[in-house]
């Protein structure tokens, strides 16, 4: 049966589709060991980060019927909306790129840029920004395999080692999770 949520696949993968601020940075010669060990070492505390906002931010009933439960719950909707503030101040002091549409996954990239394209087979770091609350971007390294006549760019990423390369998959399971998830539940109000 046709749920009405098509399942965002790149590279044969399960991938994430948003409106994302995204910049390509293109990196001439290689980089420097250090500080690839460094980037890798962000993207997994902010991937990281990303799964703790996500998961107390679910929306879900707590488990229990206690008055804890729902203490912790509204506790958690405080947190949140705190973070949201932050994270709209953060972005009046330090710009981001314009959202584009965007679909990614722990093999690849790929999205219209509104500038001049990479060209292709250009290495660079494709940044990310995932959500408003968390001030730096995703950072991920890889070169660019395609550039469609519809100004379509393809990304393909080195490998980002595997505990990244697990939790960008869960982040795009739980997108497509949420998804199904909202085309399920009947609509309240409407006429």
């Known amino acids: 049966?046709?749920?009405g949520?098509?399942?965002i696949v790149l590279f044969e993968e399960l991938a994430y589709g948003d409106a994302l601020p995204v910049r390509w940075q293109p990196i001439a010669g290689s980089l420097d060991p250090l500080e690839l060990a460094s980037a890798m070492e962000h993207?997994?505390?902010l991937l990281q980060a990303c799964a703790a906002?996500?998961?107390?931010?679910?929306?879900d009933k707590p488990e229990d019927g206690s008055s804890n439960g729902h203490e912790l719950a509204r506790l958690d909707l405080k947190i949140n909306l705190l973070l949201d503030l932050v994270g709209q101040?953060?972005?009046q002091q330090r710009p981001r790129p314009a959202p584009l549409p965007i679909r990614f996954n722990a093999v690849g990239a790929a999205w219209r840029p509104s500038?001049?394209?990479p060209r292709p087979r250009?290495?660079?770091m494709l940044e990310i920004y995932l959500r408003e609350c968390l001030a730096q971007p995703l950072r991920m390294l890889g070169e660019v395999v395609s550039l469609g006549s519809d100004s379509l760019v393809k990304v393909r990423f080195e490998h980002p080692g595997d505990a990244i390369a697990d939790l960008v998959e869960k982040l795009a399971f739980?997108?497509?999770r949420r998804q199904i998830a909202g085309v399920r539940q009947p609509r309240r109000g409407l006429i």
């Open 174 to 176: 739980r997108r497509h």
């Open 122 to 124: 250009e290495r660079g």
């Open 5 to 7: 949520v098509d399942t």
């Open 43 to 45: 993207n997994l505390r």
């Open 115 to 117: 500038g001049t394209p």
């Open 53 to 59: 906002i996500e998961e107390h931010g679910n929306g």
């Open 89 to 91: 101040l953060m972005v």
């Open 1 to 3: 049966m046709y749920e």
